[in-house]
T-cell receptor, first 112, second 110 residues
């Protein structure tokens, strides 16, 4: 396993509060991704990073921001959580383009 | 944007049966991934392939680049194979991740 962890694993929060999810990998992978998984949809890309301080938007980036100050950590922030952001969030890391992605265990977020 | 379609969406079979899950995509790709997700669990990569066929234990994955189609086969299926199987394609051109199918929910009954 690539050694990729996510925290917290479960979180319940209220609408309007800020939330930060953390992804940590120990493989020195250059590329990291945040996805969300919802019933009836495939995994959808929120944001990705191709190096320290280098990030870009994915398909469903509205309402989310990210930061990557170290190779091993990729943070996803919901500035003001909404009920539509209730989902399961997966982080993934990748050594190089097109290679296998290693997924974290997921974070189940509920916004009331 | 690549469109990825999987079939069937749901499949229930008896232990020992030969299982086939299909994946088709709309735009040429550089790699296709098959992933497995157990109930309540994380996602594990099973195969990554760009041509031909790969085999790992009872799992076989094939891809036909010209037809834009891939299949995942499970021989001698077992209840522990029950999971969601996800097809994902990488179209290249940048570090913008994979495009995923919605998954096939497989249940193997004893």
């Amino acid at each position: 396993d690539a050694g990729i962890t996510q925290s917290p694993r479960h979180k319940v929060t209220e609408t309007g509060t800020p939330v930060t999810l953390r992804c940590h990998q120990t493989e020195n992978h250059r590329y990291m991704y945040w996805y969300r998984q919802d019933p009836g949809h495939g995994l959808r890309l929120i944001h990705y990073s191709y190096g320290v301080k280098d990030t870009d938007k994915g398909e469903v980036s509205d309402g989310y921001s990210v930061s990557r100050s170290k190779t091993e950590d990729f943070l996803l922030t919901l500035e003001s959580a909404t009920s539509s952001q209730t989902s399961v969030y997966f982080c993934a890391s990748q050594g190089f383009f097109g290679d296998e992605q290693f997924f974290g265990p997921g974070t189940r977020l509920t916004v009331l | 944007k690549n469109e990825v379609e999987q079939s069937p969406q749901n499949l229930t079979a008896q232990e020992g049966e030969f299982i086939t899950i299909n994946c088709s995509y709309s735009v040429g790709i550089s790699a296709l991934h098959w992933l497995q997700q157990h109930p309540g669990g994380g996602i594990v990569s099973l195969f990554m392939l760009s041509s031909g066929k790969k085999k790992h234990g009872r799992l076989i994955a094939t891809i036909n680049i010209q037809e834009k189609h891939s299949s995942l086969h499970i021989t001698a299926s077992h209840p522990r194979d029950s999971a969601v199987y996800i097809c994902a394609v990488y179209s290249g051109g940048g570090a913008d991740g994979l495009t995923f199918g919605k998954g096939t929910h497989l249940i193997i009954q004893p």
